[in-house]
T-cell receptor, first 111, second 113 residues
């Protein structure tokens, strides 16, 4: 059973912020939210993860709602190279790092 | 994808043939994983190895065997390939112990006729 729900696709204009939503209403207290992306034909790339606080790194920001039932990945200034499938994954800390990928969101950044 | 290498990059097999997909890392991490990705779908875990000498089944292990002979290498073997095993195979390492930050290899594209 899928633990996360993401829109199948979304478009974003180059230079604008891309806000990618993810619902994880059944998330448990020991589960983190992870985001990966996969550029066409390449292996997935880790972006960011968080438990309950908002997180930011050089690639993106992660906003997790207070009830932890949903989150948003923000790409602050989308570029054409950000065109990819983005996966939102929830994972417990004691599951030996096993990741369960869903279908993800296909993001297309247009000029 | 420096740090995790996979060989071969492409392979075409006939039904019933066998082959081994190789994965090697130079990042000195304990946990390694094999995933498959069918067209238009997310990745599914086949097998994983938490440390040298140990292996465990993932979500879709049927038709595959694995071997973790040393810390650096984790191989995936198809004993009798079937068309349903046509897929892209990704090897990954876990860079953060029990957490979920994984680093993926470039993949092996396998076609079984």
């Amino acid at each position: 059973d899928a633990k996360t729900t993401q829109p199948p696709s979304m478009d974003c204009a180059e230079g604008r912020a891309a806000n990618l939503p993810c619902n994880h209403s059944t998330i448990s207290g020991n589960e983190y939210v992870y985001w990966y992306r996969q550029i066409h034909s390449q292996g997935p790339q880790y972006i960011i993860h968080g438990l309950k606080n908002n997180e930011t790194n050089e690639m993106a920001s992660l906003i997790i709602t207070e009830d932890r039932k949903s989150s948003t990945l923000i790409l602050p200034h989308a570029t054409l190279r950000d065109t990819a499938v983005y996966y939102c994954i929830v994972k417990a800390t004691d599951s030996w790092g096993k990741l369960q990928f869903g279908a993800g969101t296909q993001v297309v950044v247009t000029p | 994808n420096a740090g995790v290498t996979q060989t071969p990059k492409f392979q075409v097999l006939k039904t019933g043939q066998s082959m081994t997909l190789q994965c090697a890392q130079d990042m000195n991490h304990n946990s390694m994983y094999w995933y498959r990705q069918d067209p238009g779908m997310g990745l599914r875990l086949i097998y994983y190895s938490a440390s040298e000498g140990t292996t465990d089944k993932g979500e879709v292990p049927n038709g595959y065997n694995v071997s973790r002979l040393n810390k650096r290498e984790f191989s995936l073997r198809l004993e009798s390939a079937a068309p349903s095993q046509t897929s892209v195979y990704f090897c990954a390492i876990n860079t953060s112990g029990g957490q979920g930050t994984q680093y993926f290899g470039p993949g092996t594209r396998l076609t079984v006729l």
